[in-house]
DNA sequence: TATATAGTGTTTTTT
DNA sequence: ACACTATATA
């Protein structure tokens, strides 16, 4: 391509962009503005009119999703050399460099990566072994305290320099045990692969030299969410040439709590001076009252770069604001509204997105779908790969890669059941931790720990045996025939089978999805390794796996959204307490919280294309309880003029009041429920199609109407509906009829008897009986 | 050693 | 509401 080409469809912003081509480059991208393109284009002008070398082009991106977008674009605009440009994201870069040259640090390139399951248990393991008390001291704030303390670089002595308090001298000596122990397994966690990244360059700068040498073009996507690790790793690869060209917009900075820091953006033409900067502000993807709400929500911060987006669009649609009693009814309209649109032939599932703040949003969503059939696909939540299943799988997998990660060989010891118990594995593990060698070393050699019994040595050597058999097979076999032949020399989908129950039929879905997914890493990869799986394994994002082909409504976080577009967007849960969050409300800084949370919805707002609505609920169970909330200030913050408040028709066809008065909460529970039926206790069958993908789900609604005290909130209890003689109904138990009821404290301690299951005790508002 | 049950804690967002 | 842990018991 030619310069007259790259540059013809490029607006004149745009155009600036990709002409600077050499030296520091900020690109402030709005929402929709064309930043992908932008970068797609730059490099083709590199490339093809100032002569670079492909090989020497390095883009950088957060997730696996737009790297291969970014990819497959550069492939087509390019063609023949684009192969050779590096298109990945931070972490994938990291694991690159670190496979390479990490013997440097003490790590050997079969190290394993942590995922956050992992870093818990390693972290429950020093507890114990240091007798922390977990009631002043929770594994989860420890590591949380670790993880930004890698984001910022600090090492566990400079973090014991920095924190002289009880606390932090605490924190400080688990975070240096918790280093010892991920040498020692050969492992490292997501936030070792940016620190050590960096600490090897630092260290060795022979090393760094040859990356600068390799990368002499750097482009980095989303550079708003960079943290301090991020940041260093991009001085030093770009220390000698200052080629770096960064694309963001402090307006879609939402990860300040993953460290992020916005200083990155906002300071860079102050570190570094003479940068060019190029506003890029029309955007291409919204109508225009969609852009003037998001315009206008965002006005209300203050640490920003003055910009403003504009488009040559139609006005289009005004925002819908739609306001229900209680989130069942919201997602009822949502789910209700989707229905219709595509019976109509107005739109595709696929063009639908609804948007939440808290993943715990999703299930009131989800139960809707089901009812209603629709296709949906919920994006994070329980990852694929943290199902227990999988994780044994890849424990067999990483025992068999590096058996010097102590944590999974003994997830895995005694799984399947083989009578090894927690005596056993202590007693080699003390033996290990003697000897100054690994756990499954330790294991090789059972028979001269003490203390461990013939019977017990004998299980044991079992079981490295079938390590051993395994390994042998890893050298010559596919990965595929390698899960296969320890699933079958462990029994453990045998005894899945045995179960047979509905969650163990899901589980092994799920196994014959993981081998699915082995083929196809082998077929894809020219040459694919064991640990070369297992790093894509751990290095996957839930929103990686979205496919834009299969026509589902999708259903996500806000901060998942960031990146996508859609036709149509709801976003829910519009309520202060709930966005912004209670959190954010309450914290020490509450102005700079609530900023955070006003860029995550100016980043939902600008993920609609044509219609943006947004629901409100004035009643939501959260944790078992019913809480109140007002509209969410953003709400507010778009003008009326933009709004279109919404009416909607009850099933006699009556016009309904929806702008505000909660009077008619009995009227409108009496009218949506059948009748002889309450509102909402039906149950439901999950189908069978989505049990695989979603696991199993409880098979009761509870009704949103009932005020639920819980024995702990507060000590008021509510007497049980039911009396002696009454029949009443357990989720597990069924009908049975109530022989004692008795003050128990804090609840009502019920003695029931059930014809199958005999007489039972239990609390009622615990065991959610209902009278029959 | 394995299992059932009572008790406790959690959740805002995640590469 | 739900998952996870500690404890009791077989």
Redesign the pocket.
Known sequence: MDEREILGKLNEEQKKAVLAAEGPVLILAGAGSGKTRVLVHRIAYLVDVIGVMPGNILAIT???KAADEMRSRVDKMIGFGSQEIWVS???SLCVRILRRYGELLGYTRYFSIY??DDQLSLM?SIFKEKQVD??YM?E??VLGRI?SAKDELVSPKKYALLNRDFYGEKVAELYEAYQRKLLENNAMD??DLLMNAVELFESHPEVLGIYQERFLYLMVDEYQDTNTAQFRFLSLLAGRTHNLCVVGDDDQS??K??GANIRNILGFEEIYPGAVVVKLEQNYRSTKNILDAANEVIRNNRGRKAKRLWTNEEEGEKIHFRRFLNGFEEAEFVCGEIASEVRAGRRAYRDFAVLY????QS?LFEEKMLLANLPYRIV?GVNFYSRREIKDILAYLKTVDNAADDLQVQRII?VP?????????GKISGYAEAGGISFFEAACEVEKVPGVSAA?AKKVTSFTDQIGVLRARAEVGSISDLIKQLLEMTGYVEELKKEDTEEAKARIENIDELISKAVQYETKESSPTLSGFLEEVA?I???DAVEETDDRVLL??L??AKGLEFPAVYMSGMEDGLFP????LD?ETPAE?IE??RR?CYVGITRAREVLTLTFASER?V??EVVRNEISRFVKEIPRELVDMGERTNAQGRKMDLSGRGADAALRSAILSEPGKPAFGRTFEMPEASRRTRGT??NEY?NPYKK?S?P?DTGEKKPPEFAVGDSVRHVKFGVGEVREIKDGGKDYLVTVDFPTWGVK??YA?FA?LKPV
């Open positions: 957060f997730t696996n994201t931070f972490h995922d956050t429950k977990t009631r929770k989860r704030a993880s997501f936030d939402i990860y709590f993953r703040r808290t993943n715990a299930r994070g005694n059941r083989r009578g090894i118990g927690g005596s056993t594995v017990a290095l994002a839930d929103i996500m976080t901060h998942a969050s209670r959190i954010a914290s919280e955070e949370e995550l169970m944790r078992g789900v409880k509870s639920v819980s702990r005790k239990m508002s959610k």
